[in-house]
């Protein structure tokens, strides 16, 4: 069973009150957006979870009403239940409050459960698209997009997908989540600025360090900068071999940035690694990815001091999640942030006023996100403007240069 759809507010729609949350709650949203028309009731038990207002006590659910006229309708493919379960309330609740906080009218969310699975998904787009939407957020991974992404071609109604594969990107699907791309651009743009000519690049053997090596190669090329050094190694190896074989190829002109493609510990020994092997930071600069920005551990190795951190604008973030939590007592898990964004684009793309009209997504034009300045591209990829932090021992990360969307002055 879906969540119940979550309808537009109406033109005296109280502002969101604290609450007291439960993450069942998210399905009396009518008691959310003050609706001017029907505000379904919350179903008991739904997903085993008990079933509360949004906002303040039952009292407080308005009563239902005349059906309202046709509404223009965005398919959420969410991960209700399965292995991702736990996320998908969490982002069903910020594709609500993108809602609100759009002023749009005349919309309707209609959430569908992708059971975490290709063949969920591939259902849940199934079931959304013959019910009339119009547009897809969702859903979460690579496999599910690939399954669910067929149909909606078919149909003609474009997916905003949360996944970062880039591979998904394209012929009416966007990729909305970070991807290694914009990470390793943003950081040979900072790299740039200051002097660097040459990256590296070092990790163990998978999908995401191959993602990475492309993109580095790639974004080398077209900044004018020499050809990168790219170590792969099996996950197990060791470390201190790796970057043996690191420096032996950088050879005595060594490097100015390196990324790792690592997290946690194994980021941790090869980066205590590095100085054995010839490759001292300073001079050479070590970087990592967003998922650095989660990991506090990585201040307590002093290799790692000054390392750079690609991360979505600190001010957009902060606010989104100050946000979210006055809305639903609690802070929100790094993917909602990617929710709000897919369906603030999906909310522009279908203003018009006409629920048969097709959706017209706002390619090229700079979008405001829970993750800062956004912006869809005609090949189904997405920039976004990503600032760059240093890790500093025993502290917050620091920002040494703002967020910068690609393309824009001073970017």
């Known amino acids: 069973m879906d969540p119940h759809p979550v309808r537009s507010p109406g033109p005296n729609a109280p502002r969101p009150a604290r609450h007291a949350s439960r993450l069942g709650a998210v399905l009396a949203l009518g008691a959310l957006v003050g609706l001017a028309a029907c505000a379904p009731q919350a179903p008991q038990g739904y997903y085993a979870r008990p079933a509360a207002p949004l906002f303040g006590g039952a009292g407080s659910m308005a009563a239902?009403?005349?059906?309202?006229?046709?509404?223009?309708?965005?398919?959420?493919?969410?991960?209700?239940?399965?292995?991702?379960?736990?996320?998908?309330?969490?982002?069903?609740?910020?594709?609500?409050l993108a809602l609100f906080e759009s002023g749009a009218r005349g919309v309707e969310l209609v959430p569908r459960d992708t059971t975490s699975s290709a063949g969920g998904a591939s259902e849940a787009v199934r079931s959304a698209i013959a019910e009339g939407a119009r547009v897809v957020v969702g859903p979460l991974t690579g496999p599910e997009t690939a399954a669910a992404a067929g149909q909606a071609r078919a149909a003609g109604v474009p997916v905003l997908a949360f996944t970062n594969d880039v591979d998904q990107g394209g012929g009416g699907v966007w990729v909305t989540g970070i991807t290694p791309a914009q990470q390793v651009r943003r950081l040979l743009a900072a790299a740039q600025r200051a002097g660097i000519r040459r990256a590296g690049l070092a990790g163990p053997d998978g999908p995401f360090t191959s993602r990475l090596a492309a993109s580095l190669r790639n974004a080398s090329r077209e900044a004018g900068m020499a050809p990168p050094v790219i170590v792969t190694y099996p996950a197990g190896a060791s470390r201190s071999q790796a970057a043996g074989q690191l420096a032996a190829q950088a050879g005595p002109d060594g490097l100015g940035l390196l990324i790792l493609a690592e997290n946690g510990a194994q980021a941790r020994e090869m980066a205590a690694s590095l100085a054995g092997a010839g490759l001292a930071s300073p001079p050479m600069r070590i970087a990592g990815t967003v998922l650095w920005a989660g990991d506090p551990s990585l201040t307590s190795e002093p290799a790692l001091a000054g390392a750079w951190v690609p991360g979505p604008d600190p001010g957009a973030r902060n606010g989104f999640e100050a946000r979210y939590q006055s809305a639903f007592g609690e802070r929100p898990p790094r993917l909602a942030a990617t929710a709000y964004d897919a369906t603030t684009a999906a909310l522009r793309s279908v203003r018009g006023g006409d629920p048969r009209a097709p959706a017209a997504l706002p390619v090229g034009e700079p979008l405001q996100g829970a993750d800062g300045t956004f912006r869809l591209l005609p090949d189904g990829q997405v920039q976004r403007g990503l600032a760059v932090f240093a890790l500093t021992p025993g502290a917050d990360l620091q920002m040494v240069e703002p967020p910068l969307l690609p393309g824009a002055a001073g970017s």
């Open 64 to 96: 239902p009403q005349a059906p309202v006229a046709a509404s223009t309708r965005i398919a959420l493919l969410l991960p209700m239940s399965g292995a991702q379960g736990a996320l998908g309330p969490a982002m069903l609740n910020a594709a609500t």
